[in-house]
């Protein structure tokens, strides 16, 4: 018995943003942007909220794996930005696909957040409470961007991916290893505050939070920590960087995944990237990918594939599969 992705779907909003537009907004330019990330545009929402990308994702890998919305068993959606405190996004995107007899819960990992709900229904089924679940990435991330701030605004985009995954009898091999670890201690490397403490007794104005980065910690933690996790869970699936097809990791920037092939001395050309044309919209970007990936036919049936998350928290994990 092992877990397979079955198929894939993602969903970006219309409106693209470049670099150049960037330039319109905050004092910035293209060739910064270009050099310092590699991103070239990426898509803003006007009109989608996180539930209706999610949802649109979702019916597109239910169509792509064959599956009804009323068969499968759990839908968790990993998302950092939803439009509602509740109900959750994954319930809002039940009733939006019709997947009445799924359960369905939200999971915040920031940009591990694919990756965690992809291990958390792993569990679930290793545990044989269900058969197979829909996972989701999904953004909106430029409500809570600071679009005054040159040094986050220009990293983001919005979207969503979705896998559907199902526990299969047999001796095809599927999911292979796993780790994942997170250090709360850096948490304010990477933040965004919500509602602070306000009640009859306690009063502080209620004002919105913005994301806010020490970029530069941030590309430590990353360049250090991936690495490591994909060589723990690499150990765990008995392989080794030699033996993998592709290396899937959160498209946040270039420069980033360039250092982490390095660190493993694996070949730059197994390491896709479509972050010049999204940008990084953190829980959405592994599954976007992996969605673009299996529909260009760039994945092939047996091709062992790295996923790898990292991003507030901080949080990472990787997991080692066979497509
Ligand atoms: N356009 C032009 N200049 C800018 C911009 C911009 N958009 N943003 C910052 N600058 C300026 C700064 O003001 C600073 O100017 P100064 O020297 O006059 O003070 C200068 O550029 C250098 O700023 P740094 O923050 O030191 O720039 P750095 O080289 O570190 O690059 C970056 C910033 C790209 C964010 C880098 O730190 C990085 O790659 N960090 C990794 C973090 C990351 O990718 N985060 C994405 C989200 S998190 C996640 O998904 C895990």
């Known amino acids: 018995m092992t877990m397979k992705i079955i198929g894939t779907g993602s969903a970006l909003p219309e409106k693209v943003a470049t670099n150049f537009d960037m330039a319109e907004i905050v004092e910035t330019s293209d060739e910064w942007i270009r050099e310092r990330t590699g991103i070239v545009e990426r898509h803003i929402s006007t009109e989608d909220t996180v539930s209706t990308l999610a949802a649109k994702a979702a019916f597109k890998a239910l169509e792509d794996a064959g599956k009804s919305a009323e068969e499968i ?5 990993a998302t950092c930005s939803p439009e509602m405190e509740l109900p959750c996004c994954a319930c809002q995107v039940q009733s939006i696909i019709g997947a009445s007899n799924a359960t369905a819960f939200d999971l915040n990992a920031a940009c591990s957040g694919f990756l965690f709900g ?12 269900y058969k197979n679940a829909l996972v989701i990435g999904s953004e909106v991330l430029s409500k809570i961007i600071d679009w005054t701030d040159r040094s986050t605004c220009v990293l983001f985009g919005d979207g969503a991916g979705a896998a559907v995954v ?24 990477l933040s965004c505050p919500d509602r602070v403490l306000n009640n ?3 009063k502080n104005p ?5 994301v806010q980065m020490d970029g530069q910690e941030v590309y430590k933690f990353a360049t250090r920590q991936v690495p490591n996790c994909i060589q723990k869970a690499l150990e765990n699936a008995k392989l080794t ?6 290396f899937v990791l959160h498209q946040a920037n270039i420069r980033i995944i360039e250092a982490v092939a390095k660190r493993l001395k694996a070949d730059l050309s197994k390491f896709p990237t479509n ?3 999204v940008g990084n919209m953190s829980s959405a970007t592994i599954p976007v990918l992996l969605d673009e990936l299996n529909k260009e036919g760039k994945i092939k049936r047996g091709d062992k594939i790295v996923l ?10 990787a997991c080692v599969l066979v497509w």
């Open 241 to 246: 960087v030699d033996d993998i097809d592709l």
């Open 200 to 202: 009859p007794y306690v």
């Open 275 to 277: 972050l010049a044309r």
């Open 166 to 189: 199902e526990m299969q009898e047999g001796e095809d091999p599927g999911m292979l290893g796993i780790a994942q670890g997170a250090d709360g201690t850096k948490g304010m490397v």
């Open 118 to 129: 992809l291990s958390t229904a792993y569990g679930y089924m290793c545990a044989g409470v």
């Open 206 to 210: 209620i004002e919105p939070g913005y």
């Open 308 to 317: 790898s998350g990292f991003g507030a928290g901080l949080t990472y994990g």
């Open 73 to 77: 068993e759990l839908i968790i959606v």
